[in-house]
Protein backbone atom coordinates (compact mmCIF):
# COMPACT_ATOMS: atom_id res chain seq x y z
CA UNK A 1 0.00 0.00 0.00
CA UNK A 2 1.39 3.41 -1.26
CA UNK A 3 -0.68 5.52 0.88
CA UNK A 4 0.41 4.78 4.31
CA UNK A 5 2.46 6.96 6.74
CA UNK A 6 5.74 4.77 6.12
CA UNK A 7 5.70 5.93 2.42
CA UNK A 8 5.59 9.32 4.02
CA UNK A 9 8.39 9.12 6.12
CA UNK A 10 10.36 6.99 3.56
CA UNK A 11 9.22 9.71 0.88
CA UNK A 12 10.45 12.60 3.47
CA UNK A 13 14.10 10.86 3.99
CA UNK A 14 14.91 10.42 0.46
CA UNK A 15 14.23 14.75 0.22
CA UNK A 16 16.55 14.96 2.79
CA UNK A 17 19.32 13.26 2.05
CA UNK A 18 18.46 15.14 -1.76
CA UNK A 19 18.69 17.94 0.35
CA UNK A 20 22.52 17.53 0.73
CA UNK A 21 23.64 18.84 -2.49
CA UNK A 22 21.76 21.85 -2.30
CA UNK A 23 23.14 22.98 1.73
CA UNK A 24 26.69 23.03 2.89
CA UNK A 25 28.68 20.24 4.97
CA UNK A 26 30.85 23.55 6.75
CA UNK A 27 30.77 27.44 5.43
CA UNK A 28 32.75 30.33 6.32
CA UNK A 29 36.02 28.79 6.92
CA UNK A 30 38.90 30.48 6.81
CA UNK A 31 41.61 28.69 4.45
CA UNK A 32 44.78 30.80 3.38
CA UNK A 33 42.71 34.10 4.64
CA UNK A 34 40.04 33.41 2.32
CA UNK A 35 36.36 31.77 3.16
CA UNK A 36 35.47 28.14 2.05
CA UNK A 37 32.48 26.24 1.77
CA UNK A 38 32.27 22.30 1.69
CA UNK A 39 29.99 20.91 0.39
CA UNK A 40 28.66 17.29 -0.99
CA UNK A 41 29.59 18.35 -4.55
CA UNK A 42 33.07 19.74 -3.49
CA UNK A 43 34.94 22.51 -2.08
CA UNK A 44 34.19 26.32 -2.86
CA UNK A 45 36.47 29.34 -2.40
CA UNK A 46 35.22 32.87 -2.54
CA UNK A 47 37.40 34.12 -5.49
CA UNK A 48 37.05 38.00 -6.80
CA UNK A 49 33.61 37.62 -4.91
CA UNK A 50 32.39 34.00 -7.04
CA UNK A 51 32.15 31.00 -5.68
CA UNK A 52 34.32 28.46 -7.50
CA UNK A 53 35.05 24.70 -7.22
CA UNK A 54 38.93 24.35 -5.75
CA UNK A 55 38.26 20.28 -5.35
CA UNK A 56 35.97 17.95 -7.01
CA UNK A 57 34.03 15.29 -4.63
CA UNK A 58 33.29 12.77 -7.57
CA UNK A 59 32.83 9.63 -5.41
CA UNK A 60 30.85 11.17 -2.94
CA UNK A 61 28.67 13.05 -4.96
CA UNK A 62 27.75 9.70 -6.70
CA UNK A 63 27.16 7.86 -3.55
CA UNK A 64 24.71 10.78 -2.24
CA UNK A 65 22.56 10.20 -5.09
CA UNK A 66 22.79 6.54 -4.23
CA UNK A 67 22.07 7.07 -1.09
CA UNK A 68 19.11 9.52 -1.42
CA UNK A 69 17.61 7.21 -4.04
CA UNK A 70 17.19 4.32 -1.43
CA UNK A 71 14.48 5.49 0.78
CA UNK A 72 13.00 5.71 -2.63
CA UNK A 73 13.40 2.29 -3.52
CA UNK A 74 12.31 0.83 -0.07
CA UNK A 75 8.35 2.25 -0.82
CA UNK A 76 7.88 0.05 -4.00
CA UNK A 77 8.78 -3.24 -1.69
CA UNK A 78 5.56 -2.69 0.12
CA UNK A 79 4.20 -6.11 -1.23
CA UNK A 80 7.04 -7.86 1.31
CA UNK A 81 7.22 -5.87 4.30
CA UNK A 82 9.50 -8.03 6.27
CA UNK A 83 12.19 -7.11 3.29
CA UNK A 84 11.00 -3.72 3.75
CA UNK A 85 12.07 -3.90 7.11
CA UNK A 86 15.29 -5.28 6.70
CA UNK A 87 16.25 -3.61 3.54
CA UNK A 88 15.37 0.11 6.31
CA UNK A 89 17.88 -1.17 8.95
CA UNK A 90 20.28 -1.92 5.90
CA UNK A 91 19.45 1.90 5.20
CA UNK A 92 20.24 3.41 8.64
CA UNK A 93 23.99 1.34 8.57
CA UNK A 94 24.52 2.37 5.09
CA UNK A 95 23.75 6.13 6.68
CA UNK A 96 25.75 5.78 9.70
CA UNK A 97 28.71 4.86 7.52
CA UNK A 98 27.98 7.62 4.86
CA UNK A 99 27.61 10.10 7.72
CA UNK A 100 31.32 9.07 8.91
CA UNK A 101 32.75 9.26 5.00
CA UNK A 102 31.26 12.90 4.93
CA UNK A 103 32.52 13.91 8.00
CA UNK A 104 36.05 12.75 7.58
CA UNK A 105 35.66 13.86 3.62
CA UNK A 106 35.09 17.65 5.45
CA UNK A 107 37.79 17.38 7.65
CA UNK A 108 40.41 16.59 5.24
CA UNK A 109 38.97 19.55 3.02
CA UNK A 110 39.47 21.67 5.70
CA UNK A 111 42.97 20.86 6.94
CA UNK A 112 43.91 22.09 10.62
CA UNK A 113 41.31 24.08 10.76
CA UNK A 114 38.52 23.61 13.41
CA UNK A 115 35.16 23.52 13.19
CA UNK A 116 32.78 25.20 15.29
CA UNK A 117 28.72 25.34 15.80
CA UNK A 118 29.26 28.77 13.66
CA UNK A 119 30.92 27.14 10.99
CA UNK A 120 28.75 23.92 11.00
CA UNK A 121 26.59 23.72 7.78
CA UNK A 122 23.04 22.04 7.94
CA UNK A 123 24.03 19.60 5.78
CA UNK A 124 25.98 17.44 8.40
CA UNK A 125 22.77 17.14 10.08
CA UNK A 126 20.82 16.14 7.39
CA UNK A 127 22.08 12.36 7.48
CA UNK A 128 20.57 12.30 11.40
CA UNK A 129 17.37 13.08 10.04
CA UNK A 130 17.09 10.68 7.66
CA UNK A 131 17.98 8.18 9.87
CA UNK A 132 15.19 9.56 12.00
CA UNK A 133 12.93 9.18 8.82
CA UNK A 134 13.80 5.71 8.00
CA UNK A 135 13.33 4.21 11.57
CA UNK A 136 9.83 5.71 11.98
CA UNK A 137 9.22 3.97 8.94
CA UNK A 138 10.24 0.66 10.04
CA UNK A 139 8.03 1.17 12.82
CA UNK A 140 5.51 1.82 11.06
CA UNK A 141 6.18 -0.97 8.56
CA UNK A 142 6.02 -3.30 12.22
CA UNK A 143 2.78 -2.09 13.08
CA UNK A 144 1.26 -3.13 9.56
CA UNK A 145 3.07 -6.00 9.60
CA UNK A 146 1.51 -6.60 13.12
CA UNK A 147 -2.24 -5.56 12.04
CA UNK A 148 -1.99 -8.23 8.90
CA UNK A 149 -0.89 -11.02 11.09
CA UNK A 150 -3.93 -10.41 13.74
CA UNK A 151 -6.18 -10.39 10.87
CA UNK A 152 -4.93 -13.49 9.44
CA UNK A 153 -5.26 -14.84 12.56
CA UNK A 154 -8.99 -14.15 12.99
CA UNK A 155 -9.65 -15.95 9.57
Not at 8 to 22: E, G, K, P, R, W
Request: aromatic content about 10%; glycine content about 4%; overall charge positive.
Amino acid sequence: MLQRIQSIYLLFASLVLFALFFFPLAHNIYVADKPVSVMVTGVFQDVNGSQQYTEHFTALTAITAIVALLPLAIIFLYKNRKQQITICYSAILVLIGFSFWMAQTVKKAIGSVQLDTRTMGIGLFLTSLSIVLIILAAKSIHRDEKLVRSADRLR
